[in-house]
C-alpha cells in the first residue's frame, strides 16, 4: 500500500529528486553536512569516510562494485593511478552523472565504469568483485533481503561486503526517535523501503554465504562488514 503512493513533488529516485541533491551535498560537506546528520539521525558522517577508505587499500587489479553509488561519496576511498575496476552502478542515471563528474574531480574516471543496475537483479557474475560496498543503501530498497543475497553472490570467496544502512530500531535507542518522522515519508515518496532490524541484516549475510561479521550502530546508521566465505 504504502509502495504504490507517492507524495507530490517528491517522486522516486529515478525521477532524481530535489531531496537527492540535498542528500547528496550532506555527504559531501563533512561540517555543514555532517551536522545535519547530527541532528537528523544521530550519526557521525566521519564513520562512512572510514568505511570507504577500505577501497583505497585494494591491491591493483582488484575489481570494486560501488551499489547503490549515488552522487559518488564513496570514491574518496578510491586512489588515482590505484589500478582497479571500480563499477559504480544505481538505478538512476542522475546518480551515475554525479559519480561520473565526482570521478573526473577526483582524477580517479579512468578506473570507474558507470553501470544502470538494480540491485535486485544484478547484471553480474556470481564471484566478480573482490570487494563490494554499499553506503545509506539497504534502507532505500523495495527489498533489502533479496539486495543483500545479489551482493553476496557477486562477491568473491574471500571478498568483502561493507556498507551502511538507515535501520530499524526501537524508538528509545540509537537515535530512532529522531527518524520517525522521516520513515512514513520516506516510503510514501518511494524513496525509503522498508529497511531491516539489525538482526535481520546479519542474518542475510550469513545466508548469503558471509562470516565475520560485523555491525555497529552511529545512531540510527548500522555499518557492518562481512568476509565471504
Ligand atoms: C541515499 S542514496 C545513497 C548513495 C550513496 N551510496 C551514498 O552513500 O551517498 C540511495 C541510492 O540508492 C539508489 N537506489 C534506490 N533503489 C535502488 C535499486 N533498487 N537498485 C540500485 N540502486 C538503487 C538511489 O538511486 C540512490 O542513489
Same mark, same amino acid.
Do not use: F, I, K
Given at each position: 500500500m504504502l509502495d504504490r503512493l507517492r507524495v507530490p513533488g517528491l517522486g522516486g529516485w529515478s525521477d532524481d529528486p530535489l531531496w537527492a541533491s540535498f542528500y /547528496?551535498? %550532506?555527504v559531501e560537506h563533512p561540517r555543514a553536512g555532517g551536522a545535519v546528520w547530527r541532528l537528523g539521525i544521530g550519526s557521525d558522517l566521519r564513520k562512512l569516510y572510514d568505511a570507504a577508505a577500505e577501497i583505497g587499500r585494494q591491491p591493483a587489479g582488484s575489481a570494486v562494485l560501488d551499489i547503490p553509488c549515488g552522487g559518488g561519496v564513496a570514491l574518496r576511498g578510491l586512489r588515482p !593511478?590505484? @589500478?582497479?575496476r571500480y563499477v559504480a552502478a544505481d538505478i538512476a542515471q542522475a546518480m551515475l552523472d554525479r559519480t561520473m563528474s565526482a570521478a573526473h574531480e577526483r582524477g580517479v574516471a579512468d578506473q570507474v565504469e558507470p553501470r544502470l543496475a538494480d540491485v535486485g537483479a544484478l547484471p553480474f557474475a556470481d564471484g566478480e568483485f573482490d570487494l563490494v560496498v554499499s553506503f545509506t543503501g539497504l534502507h532505500c530498497f523495495? /527489498?533489502? =533481503?533479496? &539486495?543483500? *543475497?545479489e551482493m553476496g553472490r557477486v562477491t568473491h570467496a574471500g571478498g568483502v *561486503?561493507? @556498507? %551502511? &544502512?538507515l535501520l530499524n530500531t526501537s524508538p528509545f535507542s =540509537? @537515535? !530512532? *526517535?529522531r527518524t520517525l518522522p522521516l520513515r512514513p515519508v520516506g516510503r510514501l515518496s518511494g524513496l525509503l523501503g522498508p529497511s531491516a532490524t539489525r538482526d535481520e541484516v546479519q542474518t542475510w549475510l550469513a545466508e548469503a554465504g558471509f562470516g565475520d561479521i560485523t555491525l555497529e550502530m552511529s @545512531?540510527?546508521?548500522?555499518?557492518f562488514r562481512a568476509l565471504k566465505r
Open positions: /547528496d551535498w %550532506s !593511478g590505484q @589500478g582497479v523495495p /527489498d533489502p =533481503h533479496r &539486495a543483500v *543475497l *561486503l561493507t @556498507g %551502511s &544502512a =540509537h @537515535g !530512532g *526517535l @545512531g540510527a546508521m548500522g555499518y
